[in-house]
């Protein structure tokens, strides 16, 4: 099972941009579907954007064309590029690892959006 460590988030002011990153340790990172959730102060956590082991993304209509989702298998590590940020974006968003019935999850990292 793989451990997440995400980091890169922070406050950026409206239409900014930011570049998370999400480090893998432990073997065969490249066989699992990773992804990236966030989760607002009373809301439920949802789904931000999703990449298989063969590269397949999916990304909801409510980020989609600002948001990027990437992988490097050799530096294991996943980044979310996100663009023309919202304060509606502002949220602890996090890591997941999934391979069948094994799931990890990072500790979260904190985006602000506000002016």
């Known amino acids: 099972q793989v451990q997440l460590v995400e980091s890169g988030g922070g406050l950026v002011q409206p239409g900014g941009s930011l570049r998370l990153s999400c480090a893998a340790s432990?073997?065969?990172?490249?066989?699992?579907?990773m992804g990236w959730y966030r989760q607002a102060p009373g809301k439920q956590r949802e789904l931000v954007a999703t990449i298989t082991s063969g590269g397949s993304t999916n990304v909801p209509d409510s980020v989609k064309g600002r948001f990027t989702i990437a992988r490097d298998n050799a530096k294991t590590t996943v980044y979310l590029q996100m663009n023309s940020l919202k304060p509606e974006d502002t949220a602890v968003y996090y890591c997941k690892a999934t391979y069948g019935s094994a799931v990890s999850w990072g500790q979260g990292t904190q985006v602000t959006v506000s002016s």
């Open positions: 432990g073997s065969m990172f490249s066989i699992y579907t």
